[in-house]
């Protein structure tokens, strides 16, 4: 079996924030005396209670396991009995979540949790689109990782780039770009198209 250990600068703040915002629901469920039966193993792990007749609920954090909680800020693991190198365990890994997040995409976006096809023939037309969507989908990350787009653009604002090029089609007459960018031509040929010409 290999162990794959990584931090991530971004998840370390994301986590820290997500850790505080937690802490503080628990305080405030413990002062107010609404306790979450769910939270209970939380309480004990991150606070001391304590009641008195005079100063009523007390609720003191735990520093020590606060601190050990805030080692692993950032820190994710993967693990493997086949792939050995550490980069492409992360490159599998981030693949398969692209995925998984295509299809949640395609259930949410599309509406495809609930094909709503009336026939055998319609629901193998609908998966087929889906499927070719997923098809590019994965090309345009491929082409975007190759042309190291990734330091400069999200896939979504690298398409929202391209979304605003104009284009027109009349029956009978070949379809009409209008003048793009120079940055929306670059774009172009970093991902392996030619530019169509422009008006």
Known sequence: MYLHIYYNAAQAVDDERKFHKMLRTLHEELESGKR????????????????????????????????????????????????????????????????????????????????AVSSDMSLDGKLFVEFIALIYLSYIKKQMKDGRLFKKYMMQSLLDEFDIIECYEQPGRALRVAEMTKNQTDLYRDMGVEPPSSL
């Not at 309480?43 to 005079?54: A, L, V």
């Not at 609920?57 to 601190?67: R, S």
């Open 36 to 115: 979450n039966p769910n939270n209970e193993k939380k309480y004990e792990k991150y606070f001391t209670i304590k009641t008195t007749p005079i100063r009523g609920i007390q609720v003191i954090a735990k520093d020590d396991a606060i601190e050990k909680a805030k080692q692993s800020y950032g820190y994710f693991v993967l693990l493997s009995n086949v792939v050995k190198d550490p980069i492409k365990a992360l490159e599998i890994y981030r693949n398969k979540d692209l995925v998984e997040k295509a299809f949640c995409d395609l259930k949410d976006r599309l509406g495809f949790n609930r094909p």
